[in-house]
């Protein structure tokens, strides 16, 4: 039986933080209304896209914080349509070497209209994402206006909250997503006995679902999801909701439960489906969510609040952000919003990096399925693009703020679905190419397909497999860990495997090239198909060269090392065009195309999140990089530009990555509740964002830990406490009058350092104490 108690009191930091030069600093903090980690409106959400949400990994839901009307709209992260299906074309192999040959005679059209024949997967479509539906509070009408409503999402807690006074009652709301006991919490009280009535219902726009109550205090809710393209719907789910009232009564009946006249109720709310792993849908979701409410019934609020808190704090107190605070911290989260590019609200970006940092915990945990395209959070049978994964930029980029912000469980899911992949694209390199290894092209779902889809203009795309093994690169070289690299060696090699069979060497410059291929979603003016795209030729120099580090460290594949080391010398080069700008193509088709300002910026992919491309390394590459960026512009749709400003920090030009990213954060490219707007939603905006500022005040490449490299005027004093550099070591940072004050490391000691300051280079190894600190001189040298 439930023990009710009050929740916990929320409880706010007070950050000592400097003000901003030329602003009015504010006090201290003394309400949550200039608490730092907290967004906050003085209405409720009307639109999703102003709903708060929240969510444990597993399941999440948005809170719209109505008065007579309360929903919350609901999501289990395995609940997809369809089921295990394989897309390989079957005439594809065949139909392999025309396509080669009419594309290195330039015969573009044909080349394409073969590929969507005979290449293109069969569905040409994926499966998507579907939404559980909504849970829905009613409260009686009255006509009496509600005073000093409040609707916020506190981030060091992971809770949204509701707050009004009507008819003289101080109501309260709270919804947080337990991890720990995989339920969502939702308490209603009030402060005067007796107030509390509503009727709770569920609904779902998913076909075949019923809708019942057991034991008179627990909604059920269950269906399956759709067919999609011909391929059979399979999963099945449950949804339960369990009410708990301390006073009134509690009746069900064909509307749902209702309550009257409690004092306090609290809901338990949780969801699973039939789903197991990508070839295993038969688990029992009715016997998974009585157990989940089972065991969470035990427990009191307190303790499950406070179970919530230890799990969820752990990963988001690692890392503080202070950029300054001015008086604009008062204002509601959807004003500064629409007034962050006039100035005067440099807390706006640090809580929009700490937004992004909650979002991953809260989509992406060790167990569960990867952030898709919108996280967790869908409200749709048919979400834009599926909600799915979109491999060829979107999937990478939610994970581009991780390993920086301290958040390497996050990255689990990725690393286990590119596993995943690494099994389904085996089948694919082998039906479709007749290669060894695996393959994945731009977009992949729950069920880890990995032909190439939709169509020639997007779909032929080797290379979205070979990015992902970046990030498990990544996951080495942020850890150290040996177990790590024992763990991702195969698939890495499994990847590279596939490209060694599989590449074309190029009749004009005798270069070894990816054929079929193109630069994700961009044309030339023959079409989208293409050779040896930059991307690609930049994407494969840094899985080969992982690779071969990976199986020297480990001793292994002498022979597979050669290999790679000779075929990674005769990839395509970078090269610079007729305009000086890195050339997207074998051929300076740049200034030709059709749309110069597209949202891909696919061949700058070298300097940023690549290797092959630096500022001190690759001066004259980094230039032309420059150059590209100049003639595509800032503007772009959110993720997009979110990339840019991730590109112009790595350029080492702060200030212009703040201008991108006031034009991120603004009413057009950010949603009043902090979503980005591509638009439609796509989370990947707000991680790529999150990111980009991050590498504005450290970076770790090449064997170096680069303080303050990209740090813009806007931001002249502040700190960072936290964050995680290649290497394997923590870093805070303080810097004042734009010069680095102090810079301290930790990590495991002996381990050799090489840290930059501007032009101020040193070499030293960790001490035994495992901390070190940089202090800087009065030029912040």
């Known amino acids: 039986m439930l023990r009710l108690s009050r929740l916990l009191p929320i409880l706010i930091l007070a950050l000592a933080t400097p003000g901003m030069a030329g602003s009015t600093p504010a006090p201290a903090v003394a309400s949550e209304d200039d608490a730092p980690w907290v967004l906050w409106y003085r209405q409720p959400a009307t639109q999703w896209v102003e709903a708060l949400p929240v969510g444990n990994g597993h399941l999440g839901a948005m809170v719209f914080g109505g008065v007579e009307t309360e929903r919350l709209q609901l999501n289990e992260d395995t609940l997809w349509a369809g089921g295990p299906y394989n897309p390989v074309n079957p005439q594809a192999k065949a139909a392999l070497p025309e396509v080669r040959q009419l594309l290195f005679a330039g015969k573009f059209e044909e080349a394409k209209k073969r590929v969507n024949e005979k290449l293109i997967g069969v569905p040409k479509s994926q499966m998507q994402y579907q939404t559980v539906g909504d849970l829905s509070l009613t409260f009686p009408g009255t006509n009496t206006p509600t005073v000093g409503y409040r609707r916020s999402l506190n981030l060091d807690t992971a809770t949204a909250s509701v707050s009004y006074t009507r008819d003289g009652v101080n109501y309260s709301r709270g919804v947080f997503a337990s991890a720990p006991d995989n339920v969502i919490v939702v308490r209603l009280t009030a402060d005067k006995p007796g107030n509390i009535s509503f009727t709770a219902g569920l609904?779902?726009?998913?076909?075949?679902?019923?809708?019942?109550?057991?034991?008179?205090?627990?909604?059920?809710?269950g269906g399956k999801g759709t067919d999609s393209n011909d391929v059979a719907g399979v999963i099945r789910y449950q949804a339960r909701v369990?009410?708990?009232?301390?006073?009134?009564?509690?009746?069900?009946?064909?509307?749902?439960?209702?309550?009257?006249?409690?004092?306090?109720?609290?809901?338990?709310?949780?969801?699973?489906?039939?789903?197991?792993?990508?070839?295993?849908?038969?688990?029992?979701?009715?016997?998974?969510?009585?157990?989940?409410?089972?065991?969470?019934?035990?427990?009191?609020?307190?303790?499950?609040?406070?179970?919530?808190?230890?799990?969820?704090?752990?990963?988001?107190?690692?890392?503080?952000?202070?950029?300054?605070?001015?008086?604009?911290?008062?204002?509601?989260?959807?004003?500064?919003?629409?007034?962050?590019?006039e100035g005067g609200d440099p807390q706006l970006a640090a809580l929009y990096y700490q937004f992004g940092r909650y979002l991953l915990i809260s989509s992406s945990r060790p167990g569960g399925q990867p952030a898709n395209?919108?996280?967790?959070?869908?409200?749709?049978?048919?979400?834009?693009?599926?909600?799915?994964?979109?491999?060829?930029?979107?999937?990478?980029?939610?994970?581009?703020?991780?390993?920086?912000?301290?958040?390497?469980?996050?990255?689990?899911?990725?690393?286990?679905?590119?596993?995943?992949?690494?099994?389904?694209?085996?089948?694919?390199?082998?039906?479709?190419?007749?290669?060894?290894?695996?393959?994945?092209?731009?977009?992949?779902?729950?069920?880890?397909?990995?032909?190439?889809?939709?169509?020639?203009?997007?779909?032929?795309?080797?290379?979205?497999?070979?990015?992902?093994?970046?990030?498990?690169?990544?996951?080495?070289?942020?850890?150290?860990?040996p177990q790590v690299l024992k763990r991702i060696y195969p698939i890495m090699k499994g990847?590279?495997?596939?490209?060694?069979?599989?590449?074309?060497?190029?009749?004009?410059?005798?270069?070894?090239?990816?054929?079929?291929?193109?630069?994700p979603e961009n044309w030339h003016p023959g079409g989208p198909l293409c050779v040896g795209p930059t991307m690609d030729n930049q994407i494969l120099r840094d899985l080969f060269a992982n690779t071969i580090t990976?199986?020297?460290?480990?001793?292994?594949?002498?022979?597979?090392?050669?290999?790679?080391?000779?075929?990674?010398?005769?990839?395509?080069?970078?090269?610079?065009?007729?305009?000086?700008?890195?050339?997207?193509?074998?051929?300076?088709?740049?200034?030709?195309?059709?749309?110069?300002?597209?949202?891909?910026?696919?061949?700058?992919?070298?300097?940023?999140?690549?290797?092959?491309?630096?500022?001190?390394?690759?001066?004259?590459?980094?230039?032309?990089?420059?150059?590209?960026?100049?003639?595509?512009?800032?503007?772009?749709?959110?993720?997009?530009?979110?990339?840019?400003?991730?590109?112009?920090?790595?350029?080492?030009?702060?200030?212009?990555?703040?201008?991108?990213?006031?034009?991120?954060?603004?009413?057009?490219?950010?949603?009043?509740?902090?979503?980005?707007?591509?638009?439609?939603?796509?989370?990947?905006?707000?991680?790529?964002?999150?990111?980009?500022?991050?590498?504005?005040?450290?970076?770790?490449?090449?064997?170096?830990?680069?303080?303050?490299?990209?740090?813009?005027?806007?931001?002249?004093?502040?700190?960072?406490?936290?964050?995680?550099?290649?290497?394997?070591?923590?870093?805070?940072?303080?810097?004042?009058?734009?010069?680095?004050?102090a810079a301290t490391l930790r990590g495991a000691p002996g381990r050799s350092l090489r840290l930059r300051n501007g032009q101020t280079v040193v070499a030293l190894p960790l001490p035994e104490s495992g901390t070190l600190t940089w202090r800087g001189g009065p030029d912040g040298s």
């Not at 704090?313 to 629409?338: C, H, N, S, W």
């Not at 393959?439 to 032929?460: E, K, L, Q």
């Not at 050339?583 to 696919?602: F, I, K, N, Y």
């Not at 990339?643 to 006031?662: Q, S, V, Y």
Request: hydrophobic share 40%; glycine share 10%; net charge negative.
């Open 203 to 221: 609904k779902t726009p998913l076909w075949g679902s019923v809708v019942s109550t057991d034991g008179g205090d627990t909604l059920v809710m």
């Open 550 to 741: 990976a199986a020297t460290l480990l001793g292994v594949d002498e022979d597979f090392r050669k290999q790679l080391d000779s075929a990674r010398a005769r990839l395509a080069p970078n090269q610079i065009g007729s305009a000086g700008q890195l050339q997207e193509w074998l051929a300076d088709w740049d200034l030709e195309t059709g749309d110069r300002h597209h949202r891909h910026v696919s061949h700058l992919y070298g300097l940023y999140p690549g290797r092959d491309i630096s500022l001190r390394g690759t001066p004259e590459l980094a230039q032309a990089v420059k150059k590209s960026l100049e003639l595509r512009g800032d503007k772009a749709t959110g993720w997009a530009t979110a990339w840019r400003i991730c590109l112009w920090t790595h350029l080492g030009d702060g200030d212009h990555a703040f201008e991108i990213l006031k034009l991120l954060i603004s009413s057009e490219l950010t949603y009043p509740n902090m979503f980005d707007a591509h638009p439609p939603f796509q989370i990947d905006g707000n991680f790529g964002g999150a990111a980009g500022i991050a590498e504005m005040l450290v970076q770790s490449r090449a064997g170096e830990i680069e303080f303050l490299p990209a740090l813009p005027k806007a931001w002249p004093a502040g700190h960072v406490r936290g964050l995680r550099v290649r290497g394997g070591f923590t870093v805070d940072i303080e810097w004042r009058d734009g010069r680095l004050v």
């Open 242 to 341: 369990k009410v708990v009232a301390t006073g009134g009564s509690i009746t069900s009946g064909a509307d749902g439960i209702t309550v009257v006249k409690a004092d306090s109720v609290t809901l338990l709310v949780t969801a699973a489906t039939s789903y197991r792993n990508f070839q295993d849908a038969g688990g029992d979701p009715e016997a998974i969510t009585k157990g989940i409410l089972a065991a969470a019934s035990k427990k009191s609020l307190d303790d499950l609040r406070a179970e919530h808190l230890r799990d969820y704090q752990a990963l988001f107190r690692r890392v503080t952000l202070d950029l300054g605070r001015t008086y604009a911290m008062k204002q509601p989260t959807d004003e500064r919003i629409r007034h962050f590019a």
């Open 373 to 481: 395209l919108q996280g967790i959070w869908n409200d749709s049978l048919f979400p834009p693009w599926q909600s799915k994964y979109t491999i060829n930029i979107n999937t990478e980029m939610n994970y581009w703020p991780a390993e920086s912000g301290n958040l390497a469980e996050c990255v689990e899911p990725l690393i286990a679905m590119v596993g995943d992949l690494s099994v389904t694209g085996a089948r694919t390199a082998r039906e479709m190419y007749g290669a060894r290894g695996w393959v994945a092209h731009h977009n992949t779902d729950i069920w880890r397909a990995t032909a190439p889809i939709d169509s020639a203009d997007s779909g032929m795309w080797p290379t979205g497999g070979a990015w992902l093994c970046l990030h498990l690169w990544d996951r080495y070289e942020f850890s150290g860990d």
């Open 495 to 519: 990847a590279a495997e596939f490209f060694i069979d599989t590449l074309q060497e190029d009749p004009t410059h005798k270069w070894l090239v990816t054929n079929p291929s193109s630069s």
